[in-house]
């Protein structure tokens, strides 16, 4: 084969900016709203959970954010991420598209979460902070924040989705090696977590609820704080450094995306990939549709709906304004863990609005289906979240095929699937369904969204 495979950036390529799409939106986002008052929200509101250079992250609107220097040596372990050409794959689809992925699976955690876990430890670090508080879904950004905690000296405690925390032994396994200690949520650690517990005692647990436990703690002490792992304005901004290497790497392929595809959940990696490449076509350059792959059993952006909302199940957050199944809604326990939450980073919801993002939802077990032609053609076996990006890549190149154009498709490959082998070897045996959310607990969730003004 005379094509190259792999696109490599040396170290001094390493972006050394974030890049901030609100400079570039040709309208601002949607206030965040105090829920009391229906105020938008000042620094000082979130100040008992955040340090405030990240609060100052979260409403800035400079193109450009300098990327301190004790985060890019963190980052050069693993960083820049490599970008590959799948010609295997192409060649088994029969597709005339080139696709390229770019991978985030060589972190020490296995996904693109560090991304973020490393700034924000090392910016609350600079605080003085000494204890973060947080939740984790499928346990890949309770592994990153342990990691980024044990690097700088901080004390790190997870709320663990209780279907994960049974799904995933060995993902507690890293966090406690990382010395994190990690609890399953519902807990009775938490006067939330009994609340809950005490209507439910079996509880399957969400990230709604494990983010209230994790809130709940972190405003009680003055040492510790919350850390979110996606949909706030400062995790997409930290994520935007793969686009951006992204964006070398295809210069280095000698092509430029016509689509750039991601799996969302809260909607951190693929903002992270997409964001730059949308700012560019923004900007006047080459535009690129960006794509957006979600859970066809927590369809955000497809079947929710577009309005203010809480981020977590007690009520306790500001109110965003997103698309959402309901801050009340509890999706069902399918394996793609990072998947499972109710709402969408108010940026990508945006994005959406504006048509600068597209959005499309896929069943577990074609994802997984997806997983596994990848997996045999280009080696790396994708977490199940990532399925959900193969997939899209994969349904783009065959309508590529269909319509007989060479088109270029970039997806990225959020991270590697293996603690999550069980859900395979469930696929494997037919034991894995496609699990669908209750209509009438959707409704009852949709209609209990707090009630906003339209003119706010
Ligand atoms: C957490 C996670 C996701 C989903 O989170 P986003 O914020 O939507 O990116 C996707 N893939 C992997 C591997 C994850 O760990």
Request: proline content about 7%.
């Given at each position: 084969?005379?094509?190259?495979?792999?696109?490599?950036?040396?170290?001094?390529?390493?972006?050394?900016?974030?890049?901030n799409?609100?400079?570039d939106?040709?309208?601002?986002?949607?206030?965040?709203?105090?829920?009391?008052?229906?105020?938008?929200?000042?620094?000082?509101?979130?100040?008992?959970?955040?340090?405030?250079?990240?609060?100052?992250?979260?409403?800035?609107?400079?193109?450009?954010?300098?990327?301190?220097?004790?985060?890019?040596?963190?980052?050069?372990?693993?960083r820049p991420?490599?970008?590959y050409?799948?010609?295997?794959?192409?060649?088994a689809?029969?597709?005339?598209?080139?696709?390229?992925?770019?991978?985030?699976?060589?972190?020490?955690?296995?996904?693109?979460?560090?991304?973020?876990?490393?700034?924000?430890?090392?910016?609350?670090?600079?605080?003085?902070?000494?204890?973060?508080?947080?939740?984790?879904?499928?346990?890949?950004?309770?592994?990153?924040?342990?990691?980024?905690?044990?690097?700088?000296?901080l004390?790190?405690?997870?709320?663990?989705?209780?279907?994960?925390?049974?799904?995933?032994?060995?993902?507690?396994?890293?966090?406690?090696?990382?010395?994190?200690?990690?609890?399953?949520?519902?807990?009775?650690?938490?006067?939330?977590g009994?609340?809950?517990?005490?209507?439910?005692?079996?509880?399957?647990?969400?990230?709604?609820?494990?983010i209230?436990e994790?809130?709940?703690?972190?405003?009680?002490?003055?040492?510790?704080?919350?850390?979110?792992?996606?949909?706030?304005?400062?995790?997409?901004l930290?994520?935007?450094?793969?686009g951006?290497?992204?964006?070398?790497?295809?210069?280095m392929?000698?092509?430029?995306?016509?689509?750039?595809?991601?799996?969302?959940?809260?909607?951190?990696?693929?903002?992270?990939?997409?964001?730059?490449?949308i700012?560019?076509?923004?900007?006047?350059?080459?535009?690129?549709?960006?794509?957006?792959?979600?859970?066809?059993?927590?369809?955000?952006?497809?079947?929710?709906?577009?309005?203010y909302?809480?981020?977590?199940?007690?009520?306790?957050?500001?109110?965003?304004?997103?698309?959402?199944?309901?801050?009340?809604?509890?999706?069902?326990?399918?394996?793609?863990?990072?998947l499972?939450?109710?709402?969408?980073?108010?940026?990508v919801?945006?994005?959406?609005?504006?048509?600068?993002?597209?959005?499309?939802?896929?069943?577990?077990?074609?994802?997984?289906?997806?997983?596994?032609?990848?997996?045999?053609?280009?080696?790396?076996?994708?977490?199940?979240?990532?399925?959900?990006?193969?997939?899209?890549?994969?349904?783009?190149?065959?309508?590529?095929?269909?319509?007989?154009?060479?088109?270029?498709?970039?997806?990225?490959?959020?991270?590697?699937?293996?603690?999550?082998?069980?859900?395979?070897?469930?696929?494997?045996?037919?034991?894995?369904?496609?699990?669908?959310?209750n209509?009438?607990?959707?409704?009852?969730?949709?209609?209990?969204?707090?009630?906003?003004?339209?003119s706010?």
């Amino acid at each position: 084969m005379s094509e190259q495979t792999k696109y490599l950036l040396s170290e001094n390529q390493m972006p050394r900016v974030w890049y901030n799409i609100q400079a570039d939106l040709p309208k601002p986002a949607p206030a965040v709203l105090h829920p009391g008052t229906l105020q938008p929200v000042g620094p000082d509101d979130l100040a008992p959970l955040f340090p405030m250079e990240l609060i100052m992250q979260e409403v800035s609107t400079e193109r450009e954010i300098e990327i301190p220097e004790p985060v890019r040596d963190v980052f050069r372990l693993w960083r820049p991420a490599p970008l590959y050409r799948a010609h295997r794959l192409e060649k088994a689809l029969g597709t005339p598209a080139r696709i390229y992925y770019k991978y985030e699976g060589t972190s020490p955690a296995g996904s693109h979460k560090p991304n973020t876990a490393i700034p924000q430890a090392f910016y609350n670090k600079a605080a003085g902070v000494k204890r973060l508080v947080t939740e984790t879904g499928a346990g890949q950004w309770g592994t990153s924040l342990a990691f980024a905690g044990s690097l700088f000296g901080l004390q790190v405690e997870v709320f663990q989705v209780r279907v994960s925390y049974d799904q995933k032994p060995y993902r507690r396994a890293m966090m406690e090696t990382y010395g994190a200690r990690c609890v399953a949520s519902p807990s009775v650690e938490t006067a939330f977590g009994r609340s809950v517990l005490e209507k439910n005692p079996n509880h399957p647990g969400s990230l709604g609820i494990a983010i209230s436990e994790a809130v709940e703690l972190a405003v009680q002490r003055e040492d510790t704080k919350y850390a979110l792992g996606s949909v706030l304005n400062h995790v997409l901004l930290h994520q935007t450094i793969i686009g951006q290497e992204a964006m070398e790497q295809m210069k280095m392929a000698n092509d430029w995306p016509d689509v750039v595809i991601g799996c969302a959940g809260g909607g951190s990696n693929f903002a992270g990939i997409a964001f730059p490449f949308i700012g560019h076509g923004l900007r006047g350059g080459q535009k690129t549709r960006a794509l957006a792959v979600e859970p066809a059993a927590c369809p955000s952006l497809t079947r929710g709906v577009y309005a203010y909302d809480f981020g977590d199940t007690a009520g306790m957050t500001p109110l965003t304004k997103m698309h959402t199944l309901g801050s009340q809604f509890t999706p069902p326990g399918f394996h793609a863990g990072g998947l499972r939450y109710h709402g969408m980073a108010s940026l990508v919801s945006h994005c959406k609005e504006l048509g600068l993002v597209e959005a499309v939802a896929y069943n577990q077990v074609e994802c997984f289906e997806a997983g596994v032609l990848f997996a045999r053609n280009e080696g790396i076996v994708p977490a199940p979240e990532s399925n959900h990006a193969v997939k899209g890549a994969i349904e783009e190149a065959l309508r590529c095929k269909r319509e007989g154009k060479a088109e270029t498709i970039l997806f990225g490959l959020s991270g590697h699937g293996h603690f999550d082998m069980a859900s395979y070897q469930k696929y494997f045996a037919g034991e894995l369904t496609d699990e669908s959310y209750n209509e009438a607990d959707l409704a009852l969730s949709l209609e209990g969204l707090p009630k906003v003004p339209e003119s706010v």
